[in-house]
T-cell receptor, first 112, second 114 residues
Protein backbone atom coordinates (compact mmCIF):
# COMPACT_ATOMS: atom_id res chain seq x y z
CA UNK A 1 0.00 0.00 0.00
CA UNK A 2 1.46 3.32 -1.07
CA UNK A 3 2.06 5.82 1.63
CA UNK A 4 2.98 9.31 2.66
CA UNK A 5 4.36 9.13 6.17
CA UNK A 6 4.68 12.07 8.52
CA UNK A 7 7.10 11.46 11.33
CA UNK A 8 4.93 12.74 14.19
CA UNK A 9 1.16 12.83 14.80
CA UNK A 10 1.40 15.29 17.70
CA UNK A 11 4.12 17.75 18.67
CA UNK A 12 4.35 20.34 21.42
CA UNK A 13 7.13 22.91 21.09
CA UNK A 14 8.08 26.10 22.88
CA UNK A 15 8.08 29.55 21.34
CA UNK A 16 11.40 30.27 19.65
CA UNK A 17 12.37 26.64 19.11
CA UNK A 18 13.48 25.38 15.71
CA UNK A 19 11.03 22.72 14.58
CA UNK A 20 11.46 20.06 11.91
CA UNK A 21 8.49 18.26 10.35
CA UNK A 22 9.46 15.29 8.22
CA UNK A 23 7.56 13.69 5.36
CA UNK A 24 8.50 10.59 3.39
CA UNK A 25 6.72 9.06 0.38
CA UNK A 26 7.35 5.66 -1.19
CA UNK A 27 5.65 6.25 -4.56
CA UNK A 28 8.55 7.89 -6.45
CA UNK A 29 6.42 11.02 -6.88
CA UNK A 30 8.06 14.12 -8.30
CA UNK A 31 5.89 16.65 -6.50
CA UNK A 32 5.64 17.16 -2.77
CA UNK A 33 3.69 19.75 -0.81
CA UNK A 34 3.27 21.17 2.67
CA UNK A 35 -0.09 22.61 3.69
CA UNK A 36 -1.40 23.91 6.96
CA UNK A 37 -5.03 23.36 7.89
CA UNK A 38 -6.96 25.71 10.16
CA UNK A 39 -10.70 25.69 10.94
CA UNK A 40 -12.68 27.77 8.48
CA UNK A 41 -9.66 28.41 6.27
CA UNK A 42 -9.29 25.07 4.56
CA UNK A 43 -5.82 24.05 3.41
CA UNK A 44 -3.27 26.72 2.62
CA UNK A 45 -0.12 25.93 0.69
CA UNK A 46 3.14 26.74 2.45
CA UNK A 47 5.77 25.37 0.09
CA UNK A 48 6.04 22.81 -2.65
CA UNK A 49 8.75 21.01 -4.55
CA UNK A 50 8.61 19.53 -8.05
CA UNK A 51 12.06 17.95 -8.00
CA UNK A 52 15.00 17.24 -5.75
CA UNK A 53 16.58 20.45 -4.42
CA UNK A 54 13.82 22.49 -6.11
CA UNK A 55 11.31 24.46 -4.06
CA UNK A 56 8.74 27.15 -4.60
CA UNK A 57 6.85 29.34 -2.19
CA UNK A 58 3.16 28.74 -1.77
CA UNK A 59 0.59 31.17 -0.44
CA UNK A 60 1.87 31.50 3.14
CA UNK A 61 5.65 30.84 3.23
CA UNK A 62 6.53 33.42 5.90
CA UNK A 63 8.17 31.87 8.93
CA UNK A 64 8.83 28.56 7.16
CA UNK A 65 11.53 26.97 5.05
CA UNK A 66 11.84 23.57 3.38
CA UNK A 67 14.45 21.07 2.33
CA UNK A 68 14.36 18.36 -0.31
CA UNK A 69 17.69 16.59 -0.54
CA UNK A 70 16.22 13.26 -1.67
CA UNK A 71 13.23 12.57 -3.89
CA UNK A 72 11.31 10.71 -1.22
CA UNK A 73 11.76 13.19 1.63
CA UNK A 74 10.43 16.72 2.07
CA UNK A 75 11.08 18.55 5.33
CA UNK A 76 9.30 21.61 6.68
CA UNK A 77 11.29 23.82 9.04
CA UNK A 78 9.96 26.43 11.44
CA UNK A 79 13.04 28.55 12.09
CA UNK A 80 11.67 30.10 15.29
CA UNK A 81 8.29 28.71 16.27
CA UNK A 82 5.56 31.13 17.26
CA UNK A 83 2.13 30.55 18.77
CA UNK A 84 0.41 31.55 15.51
CA UNK A 85 2.02 28.51 13.89
CA UNK A 86 -0.07 26.20 16.04
CA UNK A 87 -1.93 24.21 13.41
CA UNK A 88 -2.41 20.91 11.62
CA UNK A 89 0.31 20.36 9.02
CA UNK A 90 -0.36 18.08 6.08
CA UNK A 91 2.16 16.71 3.64
CA UNK A 92 1.13 15.45 0.20
CA UNK A 93 2.74 14.08 -2.93
CA UNK A 94 1.68 13.66 -6.56
CA UNK A 95 2.97 12.38 -9.86
CA UNK A 96 3.23 14.71 -12.84
CA UNK A 97 0.31 16.95 -13.65
CA UNK A 98 -3.42 16.54 -13.18
CA UNK A 99 -2.92 13.84 -10.64
CA UNK A 100 -4.65 13.72 -7.32
CA UNK A 101 -2.60 14.12 -4.20
CA UNK A 102 -1.80 11.40 -1.69
CA UNK A 103 -1.82 12.86 1.81
CA UNK A 104 -0.10 11.90 5.01
CA UNK A 105 -2.07 11.63 8.25
CA UNK A 106 -0.98 15.05 9.44
CA UNK A 107 1.03 16.49 12.32
CA UNK A 108 -0.82 18.52 14.90
CA UNK A 109 1.68 21.07 16.18
CA UNK A 110 1.08 23.11 19.31
CA UNK A 111 3.46 25.97 20.09
CA UNK A 112 3.31 27.14 23.69
CA UNK B 1 -5.10 32.29 -10.42
CA UNK B 2 -7.82 29.80 -9.60
CA UNK B 3 -9.94 29.67 -6.46
CA UNK B 4 -12.73 27.62 -4.91
CA UNK B 5 -15.79 28.56 -2.87
CA UNK B 6 -17.69 25.95 -0.89
CA UNK B 7 -21.17 27.08 0.08
CA UNK B 8 -22.03 26.09 3.62
CA UNK B 9 -19.44 25.22 6.24
CA UNK B 10 -21.78 22.70 7.89
CA UNK B 11 -24.42 20.40 6.43
CA UNK B 12 -26.67 18.12 8.46
CA UNK B 13 -28.60 15.30 6.77
CA UNK B 14 -30.71 12.38 7.93
CA UNK B 15 -29.51 8.87 7.29
CA UNK B 16 -30.87 7.81 3.90
CA UNK B 17 -31.36 11.37 2.65
CA UNK B 18 -29.62 13.07 -0.27
CA UNK B 19 -26.22 14.59 0.39
CA UNK B 20 -25.49 17.74 -1.67
CA UNK B 21 -22.29 19.73 -1.18
CA UNK B 22 -21.82 22.82 -3.29
CA UNK B 23 -18.58 23.96 -4.91
CA UNK B 24 -18.00 26.86 -7.27
CA UNK B 25 -14.67 27.68 -8.83
CA UNK B 26 -13.05 30.51 -10.68
CA UNK B 27 -10.45 29.88 -13.33
CA UNK B 28 -9.45 31.67 -16.50
CA UNK B 29 -8.66 28.37 -18.23
CA UNK B 30 -10.35 24.95 -18.17
CA UNK B 31 -9.77 23.59 -14.69
CA UNK B 32 -9.17 20.23 -13.14
CA UNK B 33 -11.52 19.64 -10.21
CA UNK B 34 -11.30 17.36 -7.20
CA UNK B 35 -13.25 16.35 -4.12
CA UNK B 36 -11.47 15.06 -1.04
CA UNK B 37 -12.82 13.65 2.22
CA UNK B 38 -11.19 13.88 5.64
CA UNK B 39 -12.26 11.64 8.50
CA UNK B 40 -11.39 12.72 12.05
CA UNK B 41 -7.68 12.70 12.84
CA UNK B 42 -6.76 11.54 9.35
CA UNK B 43 -5.30 13.01 6.20
CA UNK B 44 -7.35 13.74 3.09
CA UNK B 45 -8.49 11.00 0.74
CA UNK B 46 -9.39 11.52 -2.92
CA UNK B 47 -13.10 10.92 -3.61
CA UNK B 48 -13.19 11.77 -7.31
CA UNK B 49 -11.69 14.04 -9.94
CA UNK B 50 -12.61 15.68 -13.22
CA UNK B 51 -9.91 16.38 -15.78
CA UNK B 52 -11.45 16.02 -19.26
CA UNK B 53 -14.23 14.07 -20.96
CA UNK B 54 -17.49 13.05 -19.33
CA UNK B 55 -18.79 15.79 -17.06
CA UNK B 56 -20.49 13.41 -14.62
CA UNK B 57 -17.80 11.79 -12.53
CA UNK B 58 -18.33 8.83 -10.23
CA UNK B 59 -16.13 8.31 -7.21
CA UNK B 60 -15.72 6.05 -4.24
CA UNK B 61 -18.34 5.34 -1.57
CA UNK B 62 -21.26 6.13 -3.91
CA UNK B 63 -20.40 9.79 -4.45
CA UNK B 64 -20.56 11.57 -7.78
CA UNK B 65 -20.07 15.11 -9.05
CA UNK B 66 -21.01 16.98 -12.19
CA UNK B 67 -18.85 19.58 -13.89
CA UNK B 68 -21.02 22.44 -15.20
CA UNK B 69 -18.90 24.92 -17.07
CA UNK B 70 -21.74 27.41 -17.59
CA UNK B 71 -22.32 27.57 -13.84
CA UNK B 72 -18.63 27.19 -12.86
CA UNK B 73 -19.76 24.50 -10.45
CA UNK B 74 -18.69 21.03 -9.36
CA UNK B 75 -21.28 19.96 -6.78
CA UNK B 76 -20.89 16.66 -4.93
CA UNK B 77 -23.87 14.37 -4.36
CA UNK B 78 -24.75 11.03 -2.84
CA UNK B 79 -28.31 9.70 -3.12
CA UNK B 80 -28.51 8.12 0.33
CA UNK B 81 -26.40 9.18 3.29
CA UNK B 82 -24.80 6.65 5.63
CA UNK B 83 -23.56 7.29 9.13
CA UNK B 84 -20.05 6.58 7.84
CA UNK B 85 -20.29 9.65 5.55
CA UNK B 86 -19.85 11.98 8.52
CA UNK B 87 -16.61 13.78 7.70
CA UNK B 88 -15.21 17.01 6.28
CA UNK B 89 -15.24 17.44 2.51
CA UNK B 90 -12.96 19.66 0.48
CA UNK B 91 -13.32 20.83 -3.10
CA UNK B 92 -10.08 21.66 -4.93
CA UNK B 93 -9.07 23.09 -8.29
CA UNK B 94 -5.94 23.25 -10.38
CA UNK B 95 -5.37 24.84 -13.77
CA UNK B 96 -2.56 25.26 -16.26
CA UNK B 97 0.17 26.32 -16.14
CA UNK B 98 0.32 25.34 -12.46
CA UNK B 99 -1.78 22.24 -12.83
CA UNK B 100 0.25 20.22 -10.36
CA UNK B 101 -0.73 22.65 -7.58
CA UNK B 102 -4.16 22.48 -5.95
CA UNK B 103 -6.15 25.30 -4.37
CA UNK B 104 -8.63 24.11 -1.74
CA UNK B 105 -11.94 25.41 -0.51
CA UNK B 106 -12.59 26.04 3.19
CA UNK B 107 -14.33 22.69 3.62
CA UNK B 108 -17.84 21.49 4.51
CA UNK B 109 -18.46 19.36 7.59
CA UNK B 110 -21.19 16.77 7.13
CA UNK B 111 -23.17 15.44 10.07
CA UNK B 112 -25.49 12.46 9.57
CA UNK B 113 -28.49 12.12 11.90
CA UNK B 114 -29.87 8.69 12.75
Amino acid sequence: DVKVTQSSRYLVKRTGEKVFLECVQDMDHENMFWYRQDPGLGLRLIYFSYDVKMKEKGDIPEGYSVSREKKERFSLILESASTNQTSMYLCASSRGQNGGYTFGSGTRLTVV
Amino acid sequence: AQSVTQLGSHVSVSEGALVLLRCNYSSSVPPYLFWYVQYPNQGLQLLLKYTTGATLVKGINGFEAEFKKSETSFHLTKPSAHMSDAAEYFCAVSAPPNDYKLSFGAGTTVTVRA
